[in-house]
């Protein structure tokens, strides 16, 4: 292939993975506030009554819908896509001698790097609220045992 033929098809790579990256992130800051929001609601309920312990119960049910294996396996995957159009660019551009201007280099690997730090951020707090209102959920509602 000629060198402008990889270097349009690398832009329109990165074009691909900046869209699916921004749609991404807006459902992982979703998931994110949608756990916390489930962390203050069950917070605000201690379960000192009735209702309290019905608003709890809820928590249980709408945890069980939110905080799933999906987020952490879609992140996954956009993420090696992500390191797959990287690794083509530079390998077309180390291969076939084409120049780019060096800033533009440093912006499309800085891109990368600022959205796996973004995805990881956003995940890594996903879990950690996640993982401890399971775990607060479970002391108060245990899983019946089968």
């Not at 000629?2 to 921004?22: A, I, N, R």
């Not at 119960?57 to 993420?79: D, S």
């Amino acid at each position: 292939m000629e060198p402008t033929t990889l270097t349009s098809l690398s832009g329109s790579l990165m074009s691909l993975f900046g869209l699916l990256v921004s749609l991404f992130a807006v459902h992982l800051g979703n998931w994110l506030a949608k756990l916390q929001g489930l962390r203050t609601k069950w917070d605000i309920n201690d379960g000192s009554d009735e209702k309290e312990v019905a608003v709890r119960r809820e928590c249980r049910y709408a945890m069980a819908e939110t905080y799933t294996w999906q987020p952490f396996v879609m992140t996954a995957i956009i993420l090696c896509f992500g390191a797959a159009v990287v690794y083509f660019f530079n390998d077309v551009r180390n291969a076939s001698g084409v120049a780019f201007p060096r800033i533009f280099v440093w912006v499309y690997n800085s891109f990368f790097i600022i959205v796996l730090l973004l995805q990881i951020f956003l995940l890594f707090n996903g879990w950690r609220v996640g993982e401890s209102l399971k775990t607060d959920i479970e002391i108060q509602f245990p899983k019946p045992k089968t």
